[in-house]
């Protein structure tokens, strides 16, 4: 259970272990860095997440999570010195890639959403509540190591830079995309594909996967000619592992990050895109 990058021949190249399992990918707005939290097959053992440079023949452990949090969300600052770390129980951390420590700025809040890093990378928003449900947001600034309390809803980024933290998300995406895909596939189709693996969109379009039956394939949404192209077959899905599904990409669509389950085994693959972005 391993991480394998697909290269410009479309061969999967093995990077890291197979002796773990490795989930929630996230690749660095310019592509230039990837990242992934590895569990070891054992019970009872922590996660460990780690950073691998494009260029680079290994990837780096970077932080290792304690042995009862699990990781929801992997998220580069714009200038990749930073990682942003969500975990299932709503704490909020920010990993210095270059020291390799780590920075507690959110432990105690309710229903934390809404992640997401300041163009400069110098702060970074979240929103949590108050006792009655109403939503706070939060701005915690890297030079004052502190949170502040914002007066006003800080203004959210573009549907394709906000991940799976943000308030209805996933309806955004797709009240998006089905009807411009309704052309190609059944809604009935997309709707179960999509609960697998949540599409994802760049600036160029979209990437989605779509089951049918127990097999898989990648697929890309062209939004400048509105057409539907298949990428990758990417094998079939026969078990349920309970274990999150991710597709993600970088800014340009050049790379693509996402996990696959070949029977029971499941894997980080990064798959260079061969069309040719201006």
Do not use: C
């Not at 299932?88 to 890639?97: A, R």
Request: charge should be negative.
């Amino acid at each position: 259970m391993s991480v394998y990058r697909l290269d410009s021949l479309r061969n999967l190249v093995p990077i890291s272990s197979a002796t773990r399992i490795d989930v929630s990918p996230s690749v660095s707005s310019d592509g230039n860095y990837y990242a992934f939290v590895s569990k070891q097959t054992r019970q009872n053992l922590s996660s460990e997440v780690w950073v691998r440079n494009k260029l680079r023949a290994n990837a780096e452990l970077v932080y290792t999570l304690e042995s009862i949090e699990s990781a929801r969300l992997l998220l580069f600052s714009p200038d990749n010195q930073y990682l942003a770390l969500m975990t299932e129980s709503n704490k909020l951390l920010v990993i210095n890639l270059f020291a390799k420590s780590a920075v507690k700025i959110a432990t105690e809040f309710n229903l934390l959403r809404n992640v997401f890093w300041a163009r400069d990378s110098h702060s970074l928003f979240f929103t949590s509540s108050d006792e009655n449900g109403n939503p706070l947001n939060w701005q915690y600034d890297l030079l004052d190591s502190g949170n502040k309390l914002l007066k006003t809803h800080q203004e959210w980024p573009p549907l394709k830079e906000r991940n799976i933290t943000f308030t209805q998300f996933s309806e955004d995406m797709k009240s998006y995309l089905l009807p411009r895909l309704t052309a190609y596939f059944d809604e009935s189709q997309l709707t179960a594909s999509f609960a697998l693996y949540l599409p994802v969109l760049h600036e160029h379009g979209a990437y989605f996967v779509i089951r049918t039956g127990h097999e898989l394939s990648l697929y890309e949404y062209d939004n400048t000619t509105g057409e539907v192209s298949l990428l990758k077959e990417l094998g079939t899905y026969l078990y349920d592992i309970n274990t999150p599904l991710a597709l993600t990409t970088s800014k340009n669509g050049k790379q693509i990050l996402f996990n696959r389950i070949d029977g029971i085994e499941m894997d980080i693959v990064l798959h260079q895109s061969t069309k040719e972005r201006q």
